[in-house]
């Protein structure tokens, strides 16, 4: 499965910006599905935003009006820029495609702590 390497985490108060960015060890132009994942304590990873490969984009209910999502597929990688964080915005945020998701394989990811 394609490795993800995901940056750009830290911590930030809430109501200020974060943007993530993640890169693909290989090509993402023929990936169906990408998205931006985030996992809580003992938790699984939820769809947090993603891009299908006609530049749809889709947001959880949570993020809509405050998370951006972008991939580029010359460079593969995609962006998060994320607006007015909320403390439920924390967590671990991870890349990975569609079957990367079904067949359970996920990167290191990049932690975000937003304080309130």
């Known amino acids: 499965q394609v490795r993800w390497v995901e940056s750009g985490g830290g911590l930030v108060e809430a109501g200020g910006p974060l943007r993530l960015s993640c890169v693909a060890a290989?090509?993402?132009?023929?990936?169906?599905?990408v998205g931006w994942y985030r996992r809580g304590p003992g938790k699984q990873p939820d769809l947090v935003a993603g891009?299908?490969?006609?530049?749809?984009?889709n947001y959880a209910d949570s993020v809509k009006g405050r998370f951006t999502v972008s991939r580029d597929n010359d460079k593969n990688t995609m962006t998060l820029q994320m607006n007015n964080l909320k403390p439920e915005d924390s967590g671990v945020y991870y890349c990975?495609?569609?079957?990367?998701?079904?067949?359970?394989?996920w990167g290191q990811g990049t932690q975000v702590i937003v304080s309130s």
């Open positions: 990975n495609s569609d079957i990367g998701v079904y067949v359970d394989r």
């Open positions: 891009v299908n490969r006609n530049g749809d984009v």
């Open positions: 290989a090509s993402t132009r023929n990936m169906n599905y």
